[in-house]
Every structure is written in C-alpha cells, then in structure tokens.
C-alpha cells in the first residue's frame, strides 16, 4: 500500500567560499544527522558546495562542476550509505563560457534531477551567470513529486504555479538571503503553499562571505501556507516537519464540513492572463562582464 507520509529536513548551515572539498563534508555529516533523525529527504541551501560571491566567472571557474560531476557523486555516495535524497546547490558548467546557478537532486540510486536558476537578481555571482534555460520540471524522490526553484525564483508567483501545474506536492527552494531579504523569508514562502495549496521549504544559509550577511530564517510551510517548523535567526540549525503528500494531492479548501469551497488550479481563468507572458518593454539592469 502506497504511504504518503514523508519526513523531511532543511540544513541551515554556514558554507566556505570556494572550498568545496570541505561544504561537502560538512554536507555529509549533516545528512548522516538527519537520517539517524528519521529525514527521507534532507535540503541545503543554494550554492552549498561551492559559495556564492565570487567576483567573476574566471574565479567561479576552478569551482564550478558538471552535473553529474564529482560534487554530485559525492552526495549520491553519501545517499548510499546513510540512504534518503538530497538536493543542494552548487554552480554548474555546461563545458563552455555559461555558468548556471544550479540544484540537484540525488539519492541512493544516482543523480535524480537538476534545475538551472531562471530569474538572476543583479547579487553575488548571479551577475555574470547565464540564466535557466530549461523548463521548470517536476522529479520523484521516493513518493513525493518535488519541484525545483532557487533563491530569487520565490518572489515570481509564475515559477511555483508552473511547477504545481507540472503535478509538483512539494517545492525546494535552495537560498541565500541577504539583509534585506526578511521580508521575503517571512512571507512569500507561506504564500506560495498556500495560493498553490503545496509543501514549500526553503533553506537558507548564514554567515558572512565578502561582506554579505546572510540570515538564515528558514522554514518549512503547508499546503495551507502554516509554517511547520522554522529557523526564524541567523544561526545554524536543521529544520524537520513530517509532510502528507496527499494533503498537496487533493486541491479542494473546504470551508466548513464537507463544504468545498476552493480549487486553486480549478478556479484559474488562464484566458485572462495573457500579460503575463508579455515583456511590456522593461529591461533589467546592465549586467556587468
């Protein structure tokens, strides 16, 4: 009989600039402490094995890995022996000049899936990087169907909605908010479970890398947009909640005892949304290379 309970964790943890050999250890020992906590899937946060405020993309270069590559095998390894799934961040090569944001998804079984960050704030390495260029997907990790966004990605409504339209029960944002981000951390994340009626977590990282301050506040959310667990500080600190993927399965609210009341995917009137697929001549700030 299929189960649809899963327990899943977020590793809010600090990372080193360029020092990759040393993220994934770290990596490592924190999956084997969500394991032994009882985590089928374990999160970290964007760019965990490699940083994020690189200078420029010769300096990314020496650190940035295929996908899959060594970082990934590493954490398929570790899956092996501790068993569960992960998904982390780190910065891809494709072979040539481009330089994706990216997050993967392993497990005991080898790599599952990885995503490329489409919406590029104008921070840290993302100013030189080359944005997604592959469409939002949805992968298996176990029972549930998850959905991959990094960072910036949550304050778009468009990539969760596509992502939950793709079948996706729940969403992993990998991040590395900054001061200034609270906000964010303290509200989209319950907004997009809610209006999408799906689990989100989102990982944040702390600590300091060339004068950015990152701050944490990590949480897990329901598809009701409740928070379930949170690190609402900029410490280190891994967050558990236990998920029932057919609470995300069945999109029906009821307000009030077998009263229906709400279908957030049934009650869309996409022939009303043509603008948003439209540019309206706007342009982002010049990018710097």
């Not at 990152?214 to 667990?229: A, E, K, R, V, Y």
Request: hydrophobic letters at 35%; a negative charge; one cysteine or more.
């Amino acid at each position: 009989m299929e189960t649809t309970a899963m327990k899943i964790a977020g590793v809010q943890m600090d990372i080193r600039l360029g020092d990759v050999e040393g993220n994934l250890n770290r990596m490592r020992e924190k999956l084997a402490e969500t394991r032994a906590n009882g985590a089928e899937l374990t999160v970290f946060p964007e760019c965990a094995a490699t940083g994020y405020c690189f200078d420029n993309l010769e300096e990314t270069r020496p650190h940035a890995q295929a996908i899959p590559g060594p970082a990934i095998e590493f954490m398929i390894d570790a899956c092996k022996e501790f068993g569960g799934y992960v998904v982390f961040g780190l910065l891809e090569t494709d072979g040539g000049s481009a330089i994706y944001n990216a997050a993967a998804l392993v497990g005991p079984d080898g790599l599952i899936g990885s995503y490329r960050k489409v919406h590029l704030p104008f921070l840290g390495i993302d100013q030189k990087t080359t944005p997604g260029d592959r469409p939002f997907a949805v992968f298996e990790a176990g029972e549930a169907k998850v959905g991959l966004n990094i960072c910036y990605d949550a304050a778009f409504p468009e990539s969760s909605r596509c992502l939950t339209l793709a079948g996706a029960e729940l969403i992993i944002l990998p991040t590395n908010w900054p001061e200034g981000a609270q906000t964010k951390a303290q509200h989209a994340i319950n907004t997009r479970a809610m209006e999408n009626s799906v689990y989100y977590i989102a990982v944040n990282r702390v600590g300091e890398e060339r004068g950015w301050n990152f701050i944490g506040m990590s949480s897990i959310c329901d598809p009701g947009g409740n928070t379930l667990d949170s690190a609402m500080h900029d410490d280190e600190a891994i967050l558990y909640a236990e998920i029932d993927l057919e609470r995300a399965r069945k999109k029906t609210v009821e307000r009030g005892p077998g009263v229906t009341a709400l279908h957030r995917l049934a009650d869309r009137r996409p022939e009303m949304y043509g603008p948003l697929t439209k540019s309206h001549g706007l342009q982002k700030p010049g990018r710097k290379d």
